[in-house]
């Protein structure tokens, strides 16, 4: 059972949230169904799909490949 806060929140149980594959900075729905709540992805994507949106360019960097390269290879 979960309390809802004074903000009117809930967090959703970590075992759910890794089952249904909900991931920290999802979207969702709330959806009225017939007198059940539901809560709903507001995204389409998978999980991963939407992880890899969210990384994708995060790194930022300047070096180049080549540079990487070396760095890896303790050049």
Known sequence: MMKLNAKGQVTIPAELRHRYGFIEGDEVEVVDDG?????????????????????????????????????????
């Open 35 to 75: 007198g059940v709540l539901r809560v709903v992805h507001g995204d389409a994507r998978t999980a991963g799909e939407r992880a890899v949106h969210r990384i994708r360019g995060a790194a930022g960097g300047g070096a180049t490949t080549d540079e990487i390269m070396a760095l890896t290879r303790g050049e």
